[in-house]
């Protein structure tokens, strides 16, 4: 790792710093874990993420609000239905290094 690419704390302003534990806070909760998991086969509506995870859309809807303030993923209308997606691949990216963390 290059000087140019480490991290340091000196560089990171106070709300940078919040903006971070705030987002690690949103993977806190293993239903928006399974949530994002879900979507990571692609795009889908409210109904299909409650059978996928088996849980009913009070729930899921009330996590999928958080998942989208965090901005970790995005929706689209389609008549009435509103379709769900991971907004962007570091989604993924942020998930596989937690589990790689874990399973060493």
Known sequence: MTRKDEYRLKDMSESELLELADLFKTFADSTRIKILYDLFDGEKNVTEICGDIEMNQSAVSHQLKALKTAK???????????????????VKTIIAMGKEHIEE
């Open 72 to 90: 970790l993923i995005k929706s689209r209308r389609a008549g009435k239905a509103i379709y769900y997606s991971l907004d962007d691949d570091h």
